[in-house]
């Protein structure tokens, strides 16, 4: 009996020493399993690619089939911005609006772009009673913008100087004011600006509100048409330390992006049902439906290249920075990741695109 006790006692304790150092290893390993921290935000319909890929885990399968994991930081209007969670290692990878952060690369915020993912979520009204009609018409006008570093203001500061008008610090005929993206269109109707440029849900928000008269539409216009207003980013730590789950993480919102342009009214559902953006399900799935999120890597870098070389014309980017080289530093190609995708929702499966460009 005691012999019994004995043998049970010792097979327990070895046991349970098994069992303790397989926790050890597990624990451990979970430590050490790489992690890619992509940054979201909340209240943007354009923000619908990362929402997708979040919510239906296209981040996590493209990253578990590597051995790593995504983590998910958000960035809230009024606090951090994306620039500043960047810069202090908090993102790793993300998504949003380029043109945004193109003086900020130009002064050495480590991430380089590596897909275009959409096109068309910026839209610049008046109000109904103005006689301002077009673009052409802004000349000594004041706009109201989300920021005065927002891709709204380098859009039409591109198209100012289509039409010639000055936007330069030697010749410029505009005023911009920045506003929060809630008082823009409160702004615009009371008369304290002439024009204002928003992104949407907010700008078709306001345009039904108040009766506004629209002027200019990225994602009709020919000089936008075919430019992506926003675009895959990841760090330079994240390529130099771990280029495999860089590689990862665009394809996996390329695919996103090419759900979205499929199923507009299933990722509207997806944002609502997550607190991701809140609003009625049809309106949104119907401004979803007007914008084109057919991911692209080529286009995305030719629309980088086209506007930093406009914008270099406007002294928005220094005369003394070689357009050539911050190109090819600020897009670059990933192995392993396709131009692009296309999602079929009849069979669920997804097809690489070739070159947009041929």
């Not at 009766?211 to 009709?220: E, N, Q, R, S, V």
Request: charge should be neutral.
């Amino acid at each position: 009996m005691k012999k019994s006790l004995l043998i049970a006692g010792t097979a327990l304790a070895i046991a349970s020493l098994s069992f303790t150092a397989c926790n050890k290893k597990a624990a451990k390993a979970s430590e050490s399993q790489k992690v890619v921290r992509i940054n979201f935000q909340t209240g943007s319909l354009c923000g619908a690619p990362v929402h997708v890929a979040w919510k239906m885990g296209f981040f996590d399968e493209e990253l578990a089939k590597i051995g790593q994991k995504a983590e998910y930081v958000q960035v809230v209007e009024g606090g951090a911005t994306l620039a500043e969670l960047i810069g202090s290692g908090k993102v790793d990878a993300g998504y949003g609006l380029y043109a945004t952060q193109l003086q900020a690369m130009e002064n050495g915020l480590p991430i380089s772009y590596t897909s275009g993912i959409h096109i068309g979520c910026t839209k610049y009204y008046v109000r109904g009673d103005s006689p301002i009609n077009s673009v052409a018409d802004l000349r000594g006008k004041k706009i109201g913008v989300p920021g005065l570093a927002d891709s709204s203001v380098m859009n039409l500061k591109r198209k100012l100087m289509d039409v010639g008008i000055g936007v330069t610090a030697d010749n410029n005929e505009v005023e911009f004011v920045a506003y929060s993206s809630a008082d823009l269109a409160i702004a615009l109707n009371n008369g304290a600006v002439d024009a204002i440029g928003a992104h949407d849900p907010i700008a078709t928000k306001g345009e039904l509100a108040y009766g506004f008269k629209k002027i200019l539409d990225t994602g009709t216009d020919e000089k936008f048409v075919k430019e992506y207003c926003c675009q895959q980013f990841v760090t330079h730590k994240l390529l130099k330390e771990n280029p495999e789950g860089a590689a990862a993480v665009t394809r996996a919102l390329q695919k996103a992006s090419a759900f979205v342009e499929a199923e507009p009214r299933q990722t509207a559902q997806i944002q609502i049902e997550n607190n991701l953006v809140a609003g009625d399900l049809d309106f949104n799935a119907k401004l979803l439906d007007e914008l084109n999120f057919i991911p692209s890597h080529s286009l995305g870098k030719k629309t980088f290249s086209d506007a930093a070389r406009q914008l270099q014309k406007a002294g928005i980017l220094k005369s003394s920075t070689d357009i050539d080289k911050f190109v090819e530093r600020g897009y670059i190609d990933l192995p392993d990741v396709p131009d692009g995708y296309t999602y079929d929702s009849a069979t669920k499966t997804y097809s690489e695109i070739r070159d947009s460009r041929v």
